[in-house]
């Protein structure tokens, strides 16, 4: 079967990997993709954008596509599970994503909320307000303790959260964002309550009824050590995270997993694909952590894919086809027991102003460690150049955390270009957990 992939970072470039090292592809497309997903066996980039339905119509039917695994949320969100099923030429094509109704839990904070609300799914207190009613958004500020948590309602690029300590300070960004600091994403904001704990993702696998339950992870979204500075689209992250132990994956199964699975198909949802849940656990009474739902994303994470996605010993094509056919409760997804750890390195300024186009070097003497690309290309020359501002990221497996921290650190050192940054702390706040 060939298979076309959608997007062009690390989650992409994991993916790929898993996707054609399964005898169930023959042949591997990724739309645009980068020079990690270039240099793949079976696999071909594309120029096609992820958001030009129309060109994706034609080459699936024009390269006999038989599956399309996307893996950002602009597409979902746009609604291309509903274009495909929409044209009659595209119907027997298996999409795997929700419908643009099951990516508003994504695509819509406010709607999220509400969906949590509606299945007793345990979540932070939220109200949610518009530039018309600004001034009861700063009244609703007052009613909170600090810290202050504002979400853009719509897609920010993983940029749309703020959490303030001063409350001039949130009632400013307050109407910095209802007038436009996000673009139409924040024409709503969401302000919730705070919930003081430790964060993690958990990653769910479902045909619309049943489910499996993927490694869980933990992302590090600031630039800077300690976890400061500006919010990115992630430096690093753990799979697993080691206080998710049983008791405690049973509680979200059973106060999260299952009643969102069960609220989707209650409401008629078509929901083919993955459920991002992202966590954080709360020190309740007796000291046992309590999981409560900070967000759902409707695909894979960036960069927790990276740490999860080679931890997968299954054939990830066959879980697919399951997910398709709506019968996912009869395979189960083998896990590899060691830990994981990927560590972003990102191009100087970003997340703000950087340049692109600095040649790489070093790529081929990592050993031991698995390399995603998340913004690179090949330039005239055929060198692997910068292209982003998160650029490569290296993962490692190993028996233990340390072990596997140990080694990717060890390896990324090899890695140059002109402006390199990356945070030396990713896992330490884990490490001192486990002590």
Same mark, same amino acid.
């Given at each position: 079967?060939?298979?076309?992939?959608?997007?062009?970072?690390?989650?992409?470039?994991?993916?790929?990997?898993?996707?054609? !090292?399964?005898?169930?592809?023959? +042949?591997?497309?990724?739309? %645009?993709?980068?020079?990690?997903?270039?240099? =793949? $066996?079976?696999? *071909?980039?594309?120029?096609?954008?992820?958001?030009?339905?129309?060109?994706?119509?034609?080459?699936?039917?024009?390269?006999?596509?038989?599956?399309?695994?996307?893996?950002?949320?602009?597409?979902?969100?746009?609604?291309?599970?509903?274009?495909?099923?929409?044209?009659?030429?595209?119907?027997?094509?298996?999409?795997?994503?929700?419908?643009?109704?099951?990516?508003?839990?994504?695509?819509?904070?406010?709607?999220?909320?509400?969906?949590?609300?509606?299945?007793?799914?345990?979540?932070?207190?939220?109200?949610?307000?518009?530039?018309?009613?600004?001034? !009861?958004?700063?009244?609703?500020? +007052?009613?909170?303790?600090? %810290?202050?948590?504002?979400?853009?309602?719509? =897609? $920010?690029?993983? *940029?749309?959260?703020?959490?303030?300590?001063?409350?001039?300070?949130?009632?400013?960004?307050?109407?910095?964002?209802?007038?436009?600091?996000?673009?139409?994403?924040?024409?709503?904001?969401?302000?919730?309550?705070?919930?003081?704990?430790?964060?993690?993702?958990?990653?769910?696998?479902?045909?619309?009824?049943?489910?499996?339950?993927?490694?869980?992870?933990?992302?590090?979204?600031?630039?800077?050590?300690?976890?400061?500075?500006?919010?990115?689209?992630?430096?690093?992250?753990?799979?697993?995270?080691?206080?998710?132990?049983?008791?405690?994956?049973?509680?979200?199964?059973?106060?999260?997993?299952?009643?969102?699975?069960?609220?989707?198909?209650?409401?008629?949802?078509?929901?083919?694909?993955?459920?991002?849940?992202?966590?954080?656990?709360?020190?309740?009474?007796?000291?046992?952590?309590?999981?409560?739902?900070?967000?759902?994303?409707?695909?894979?994470?960036?960069?927790?894919?990276?740490?999860?996605?080679?931890?997968?010993?299954?054939?990830?094509?066959?879980?697919?086809?399951?997910?398709?056919?709506?019968?996912?409760?009869?395979?189960?997804?083998?896990?590899?027991?060691?830990?994981?750890?990927?560590?972003?390195?990102?191009?100087?300024?970003?997340?703000?102003?950087?340049?692109?186009?600095?040649?790489?070097?070093?790529?081929?003497?990592?050993?031991?460690?698995?390399?995603?690309?998340?913004?690179?290309?090949?330039?005239?020359?055929?060198?692997?150049?910068?292209?982003?501002?998160?650029?490569?990221?290296?993962?490692?497996?190993?028996?233990?955390?340390?072990?596997?921290?140990?080694?990717?650190?060890?390896?990324?050192?090899?890695?140059?270009?002109?402006?390199?940054?990356?945070?030396?702390?990713?896992?330490?706040?884990?490490?001192?957990?486990?002590?």
């Amino acid at each position: 079967m060939n298979i076309l992939l959608l997007g062009s970072g690390g989650r992409e470039h994991a993916m790929a990997c898993k996707i054609a !090292e399964s005898d169930r592809c023959s +042949r591997l497309f990724v739309a %645009p993709g980068n020079a990690g997903t270039a240099s =793949l $066996a079976k696999t *071909k980039n594309v120029d096609l954008d992820p958001m030009d339905f129309t060109g994706i119509h034609a080459f699936v039917l024009s390269n006999d596509i038989g599956m399309v695994v996307v893996g950002p949320e602009a597409p979902l969100v746009g609604g291309i599970a509903d274009y495909f099923a929409s044209e009659s030429s595209l119907r027997g094509v298996m999409v795997i994503g929700p419908s643009k109704r099951g990516a508003t839990l994504e695509g819509s904070k406010d709607e999220a909320k509400a969906f949590m609300m509606r299945h007793q799914i345990p979540t932070a207190a939220y109200r949610t307000f518009t530039l018309e009613n600004l001034h !009861e958004g700063k009244e609703f500020l +007052r009613t909170l303790q600090p %810290p202050y948590v504002l979400k853009a309602d719509g =897609l $920010a690029g993983g *940029k749309g959260v703020l959490i303030l300590d001063n409350i001039k300070d949130a009632e400013k960004e307050l109407q910095n964002m209802l007038k436009g600091k996000f673009g139409e994403a924040s024409s709503k904001v969401v302000i919730e309550q705070f919930l003081q704990g430790v964060e993690l993702s958990v990653f769910v696998l479902t045909d619309g009824k049943h489910y499996q339950i993927l490694p869980t992870a933990k992302d590090y979204k600031r630039i800077g050590e300690g976890d400061t500075g500006l919010n990115t689209g992630g430096m690093g992250s753990i799979s697993p995270v080691h206080f998710a132990d049983r008791s405690f994956m049973q509680k979200v199964e059973e106060r999260i997993v299952i009643p969102t699975v069960k609220g989707l198909h209650a409401e008629n949802v078509n929901y083919k694909g993955f459920i991002f849940i992202g966590l954080m656990a709360v020190a309740g009474e007796g000291g046992e952590l309590d999981p409560y739902v900070i967000e759902y994303n409707v695909r894979m994470g960036d960069p927790e894919t990276e740490s999860v996605f080679p931890r997968i010993k299954s054939d990830v094509v066959d879980l697919f086809e399951h997910v398709w056919h709506g019968n996912l409760q009869q395979t189960t997804v083998d896990i590899d027991p060691r830990a994981a750890t990927c560590v972003m390195l990102v191009a100087e300024g970003y997340p703000g102003r950087y340049e692109k186009g600095k040649v790489i070097s070093g790529l081929k003497q990592v050993e031991g460690s698995m390399i995603f690309h998340a913004g690179t290309r090949l330039d005239e020359h055929g060198e692997v150049v910068t292209n982003g501002g998160r650029v490569v990221c290296v993962t490692s497996l190993a028996e233990s955390m340390p072990s596997a921290l140990l080694h990717t650190y060890q390896e990324l050192e090899k890695i140059k270009w002109e402006g390199l940054y990356f945070r030396h702390d990713i896992g330490q706040d884990l490490l001192k957990m486990m002590i």
